[in-house]
């Protein structure tokens, strides 16, 4: 038997050609998925901060439309009417200069409006623009459903206000931080009249704009002007004001106005409010005859315990139940 036979002689290589190229192209695809992925994750981080800066400007732009509607519902003297632009960064409206708003586009009342100082995602304070036509002043009532605004957007009529998110300086916006509409407002939102625009971002235009119709902010008024003749806020449990007011003491609705004078007419269902027969607060009173609203109220007697209300023009109604006996 020869000695050594079994043996292997030599070495054989432990990583052949072959398997070395592969594990190398391996790596390599690795390396490029790690890379791809970081990019994506980083475009994709990119992406969502971008949305969330999106976002945060229209939800202050969304916050102040909605703040600019509560106070023209809940004005005391004349409901549907709005603060004159503030002048400078410190949000307080500024009072009137005769009849008028200093400027009717300025910066948002937002002290005025106790909403905070609201900014989109440049860090620029809102903007705001007014109809003349809703300034808080007497000399523009009457102020009803019926008013038009004078503002344009996109060339829509019956616009009350507008806010504008005005967003990083433009080229030629030099002037910030400062006053001048020119500097913050783009094209012809800054150009004095009663025309605005909106559109998308571009070298020249940035205005992220929402506007707020006479629709928009009198479908909040009219239900302040119908709970006003339902029955005045008060917390006694028996109600002495208004519809409810008169059901209490009567037991039944009045009938309606057929001859709009104010007073119902006996055996008319439908027709203007009866207001001359209905007890409401002096200021209710005074701030609804001084605004017109009397003709704009509909009214119709369902039967003893059932009435309807709504504003002639809009689709704004309310039904007042009774809630006295003989009503179930």
């Not at 070495?11 to 790596?27: C, E, I, T, Y």
């Not at 002048?87 to 500024?94: M, T």
């Not at 992220?208 to 006479?214: F, L, P």
Request: hydrophobic share 40%.
């Amino acid at each position: 038997m020869q000695q050594g036979a079994g043996r292997v002689v030599g070495r054989l290589p432990v990583n052949p050609p072959k398997q070395q190229a592969g594990v190398a192209l391996l790596a390599l695809l690795t390396l490029l998925t790690l890379w791809g992925l970081y990019l994506f994750v980083g475009q994709l981080n990119t992406t969502q901060f971008q949305m969330a800066r999106k976002q945060a400007t229209a939800a202050a732009l969304a916050e102040a439309r909605q703040a600019l509607i509560g106070r023209a519902a809940a004005d005391d003297n004349r409901p549907g009417s709005l603060p004159c632009p503030a002048l400078d960064p410190n949000g307080v409206a500024p009072l009137l200069a005769g009849n008028h708003c200093p400027a009717y586009v300025g910066r948002l009342p937002w002290k005025t409006l106790d909403v905070g100082d609201l900014r989109d995602d440049a860090g620029e304070q809102l903007w705001y623009a007014l109809a003349a036509a809703l300034r808080d002043d007497n000399s523009a009532q009457p102020i009803n459903f019926a008013t038009m605004p004078e503002l344009r957007l996109d060339g829509t009529p019956n616009v009350a206000a507008i806010v504008f998110s005005p967003g990083v300086p433009l080229a030629n916006q030099n002037g910030r931080p400062g006053n001048s509409v020119g500097d913050y407002l783009d094209g012809s939102n800054n150009d004095g009249d009663q025309d605005f625009v909106s559109g998308p971002p571009s070298a020249s235009f940035n205005d992220r704009v929402v506007a707020i119709t006479r629709d928009h902010l009198f479908r909040a008024v009219n239900q302040r002007i119908l709970g006003e003749v339902r029955a005045h806020a008060e917390s006694a449990a028996l109600p002495k004001y208004g519809l409810l007011g008169y059901h209490a003491f009567h037991s039944a609705f009045p009938w309606a106005d057929g001859g709009a004078d104010g007073i119902g007419d006996s055996g008319t269902t439908a027709g203007q409010l009866p207001h001359n027969d209905l007890s409401l607060s002096q200021t209710a009173r005074d701030w609804l005859t001084a605004n017109d609203w009397w003709p704009l109220i509909s009214y119709s007697r369902v039967n003893n315990c059932l009435a309807r209300i709504g504003v002639l023009g809009s689709t704004t109604t309310m039904d007042v139940q009774g809630t006295s006996p003989p009503c179930p």
